[in-house]
């Protein structure tokens, strides 16, 4: 009876850390800055999920020192793994289209993000980043974690002032 009883406790604690069901996202209380939309489960705005900077935010931030093309010596990122923006908004596809406010655009496959800590952005060297100097959001690879990311068909993926993600 003990042992059917703890694996009892066991499974229940395991079903009630579950993640809840889609549940829609809340609504940005500021302008937002990001729109995702494609193949996602979670909206909060006509099938898309609007994000503003403290949503962004709120779903976590993690860092990382890397050197890049387009800036002398080491820069430090903070932003949103890209891997837990797609887990927020319940996306189902397997490549990601991000389109700059110039409407550049660059495709991603959704197996960088996890593979590789890819962030979306939010600040360089602690400081939110301008749109003029390729904010407000910025897709990075952590390109000195490893040789195969100081490549070009890496750098292409790397787009700034990101305001649109498309899950295909």
């Not at 996202?25 to 403290?54: M, Y």
């Not at 959704?110 to 749109?131: H, I, T």
């Amino acid at each position: 009876m003990g042992r059917f009883l703890t694996g009892a406790l066991i499974g229940g604690t395991a079903l009630a850390v579950r993640p809840a069901a889609a549940a829609p996202l809340p609504q940005p209380t500021e302008k937002p800055i990001l729109t995702v939309s494609g193949k996602i489960t979670n909206f909060n705005k006509d099938k898309t999920a609007q994000f503003d900077r403290p949503m962004l935010e709120a779903l976590g931030m993690s860092s990382f020192e890397t050197n890049t093309p387009w800036y002398n010596g080491p820069v430090r990122f903070e932003g949103v793994p890209m891997e837990r923006l797609m887990q927020a908004v319940g996306a189902t596809g397997d490549k990601v289209v991000a389109y700059a406010l110039n409407d550049y655009s660059t495709e991603l496959p959704r197996s960088d993000f996890a593979q590789y800590n890819v962030l979306l952005a939010l600040k360089r060297n602690g400081e939110y980043m301008p749109v003029r100097d390729k904010g407000p959001l910025f897709i990075v690879y952590p390109y000195d974690s490893n040789p195969e990311l100081r490549h070009q068909r890496f750098y292409s993926r790397s787009a700034w002032q990101v305001a649109r993600l498309v899950v295909q």
